[in-house]
C-alpha cells in the first residue's frame, strides 16, 4: 500500500531539520535519564559497595551487639548487696566476656551461684572477693578475711572485669577456664574433680562445688 503523504512532505528542506531535530532531542534526553539513575545507584550504595536490602546470611544480617566485656555499665556493688537477679546476670555476661567464654545458660548460672557461693559481705565493686589488684585496688578486709589474704576492693566495677581473667589465668585454675571456655559451666556433669580441687584452692578451702553444699 501506498504511504500517504503528510503535510510535512512538501519539500526535502522543511522535512530534514524536523526529523534531525526529534532525534537529537530524543537522545539527549536519554543521556539525562542514564545519568539521573547512575548518580542514584552510587548515592544509595554503602561504603562496603554492599547495596541495601540485603539478603538474610549476610554478615550483617547475622550481626548482634557485643556483651559488654569492659563492664563499663555495670552498677556499683556495695560491700554489703548481694548480687542477685538481673544485675547478677549482667555482671556474670561481663565477666564471662572478658575471659574469652561464651554466656550459655551452664556458664551464667555457675556464674551467678558462685557470687553466692562468695556471699556477703563481699569487698567493693568484688563479688567474688578477688585477690588480683587491678588500676586502683586496694587491699580489703571487709568480707572477714584478713589484709594477708590480699582480698582486693575495686573503685569500680570495670576493675573486676578487668581482673577476672588475670586470676582465672595465673596459672592455678586450669580445668575452671577451660570448663568455661567449654560453655559448660562448673555444675552438675560438668563439676569434675579437677574443677573440685580448683574451687576449694580459689576458696581457701571453704567450698568445692557451685553451688557450695552448704548453700544446697
Known sequence: MT???TDHEGTAGDSAPSQSHKVLSAFLGSCVVAAFVIM???STTPTGGQMDGRPPGTAAARA???VNASGSSLAELPVNTPLTGSAAIAWADAALAALGAPATSANVQTMVDWFTNEGTPHDLNNPLNLQTRYGRSTVSTA???PPADHIQAYPIPADFVAAFPIEMNSGSYP????AL??????E???ASSEIASELSLYSGGGYNSIPAAYDQ
Do not use: F, N
Open 181 to 186: 571456655k567449654a560453655g559448660a559451666g562448673l
Open 188 to 190: 552438675g556433669s560438668a
Open 3 to 5: 504511504r500517504r503523504a
Open 64 to 66: 548482634k551487639p557485643a
Open 175 to 178: 580445668a575452671i577456664v577451660a
Open 40 to 42: 542514584a545507584s552510587i
Open 143 to 145: 568480707d572477714g578475711d
